[in-house]
């Protein structure tokens, strides 16, 4: 499956990168090396969320910006790989909030042709694999035999 990769924290980036960034920042620019370098991993860390003044980031121009979305994944945790349970959301903000908690200290994110998030959360225990996807009734269906045969919630 081709991916596109839509997002990445500054340290998801290889040093070549980082530096070629940090060098377009600088020119035009008076500033060191240092405010440089933080400039940039600042402006890469922001971009897909919320600024300080409530703008919102790109991600309000996603095809699924708008719609209920479902998570789907794994989480890489001290005692291995455990699988989750599919999650509504009602917006692509709250499921990455729910995927993209304070323990994560980097993200990347990819878009499938399908339009489909794939979000990889780097944490101390291991990294968590994420599959955000539009709400569909199949995944309606899904959610409510799980219920009804399971007695999940």
């Known amino acids: 499956m081709k991916t596109y990769s839509i997002y990445k924290t500054w340290n998801r980036y290889s040093i070549d ?7 377009d920042c600088m020119e035009g620019n008076d ?3 240092d ?11 922001c971009l897909y969320y ?7 980031g790109n991600l309000v121009y996603s095809s699924l910006a708008n719609v209920p979305v479902v998570i ?9 790989r455990h699988e989750i349970r599919p999650v509504k959301c009602d917006s692509l903000q709250e499921a990455l909030g ?13 878009e499938d042709r399908y339009g489909n998030f794939l979000l990889n959360c780097y944490h101390h225990d291991g990294t968590n694999h994420f ?3 539009k709400w569909t009734p199949k995944g309606r ?13």
Do not use: P
């Not at 919320?50 to 919102?56: N, P, Q, S, V």
């Not at 789907?72 to 001290?78: E, N």
């Not at 729910?98 to 990819?110: G, T, V």
């Open 141 to 153: 269906r899904c959610l409510h035999f799980r219920r009804e045969v399971f007695g999940c919630k």
């Open 98 to 110: 729910k995927c993209c908690n304070n323990d994560i200290e980097d993200i990347e994110i990819y």
């Open 72 to 80: 789907t994944g794994s989480l890489g945790r001290w005692d291995g």
């Open 17 to 23: 990168e980082q530096e070629e960034m940090i060098k």
């Open 50 to 56: 919320e600024d300080d003044f409530g703008d919102k």
């Open 131 to 133: 599959l955000i996807k």
């Open 31 to 33: 500033m060191d090396y």
């Open 35 to 45: 405010t440089a370098r933080d400039c940039c991993a600042e402006d890469v860390n």
